[in-house]
């Protein structure tokens, strides 16, 4: 089992800046990709950034340029940092862990609510 936990969120201006932060704990011998998914109110969660095992990253397009994941092992820590906020960033930023890359996660952290509004 692997537990997630993230922080960070909050109310920010448009054009401001946030970092996300996830603590993993558990069985993380077995995660190969960590990453941020999102909801907005109404709409279907989607993926914003993933980081596998060997460092390789992938952003959905809506966010590319303005945030950057990131981990740091010895933490068992997983970060998003977000630059450059849109109102259209406002959701729920979840943190997640899978074992086998390109399949659903496998685990989900809580949510941390992101608000972008002046």
């Known amino acids: 089992q692997v537990r997630l936990v993230e922080s960070g969120g909050g109310l920010v201006q448009p054009g401001g800046s946030l970092r996300l932060s996830c603590a993993a704990s558990?069985?993380?011998?077995?995660?190969?990709?960590m990453g941020w998914y999102r909801q907005a109110p109404g709409k279907q969660r989607e993926l914003v950034a993933l980081?596998?095992?060997?460092?390789?990253?992938n952003y959905a397009d809506s966010v590319k340029g303005r945030f950057t994941i990131s981990r740091d092992n010895a933490k068992n820590t997983l970060y998003l940092q977000m630059n450059s906020l849109k109102p259209e960033d406002t959701a729920v930023y979840y943190c997640?862990?899978?074992?086998?890359?390109?399949?659903?996660?496998?685990?989900w952290g809580q949510g941390t609510q992101v608000t972008v509004s002046s």
């Open positions: 997640i862990a899978t074992i086998k890359i390109a399949q659903s996660p496998d685990y």
């Open positions: 558990g069985r993380l011998f077995s995660i190969n990709a």
């Open positions: 980081i596998t095992s060997s460092d390789r990253t």
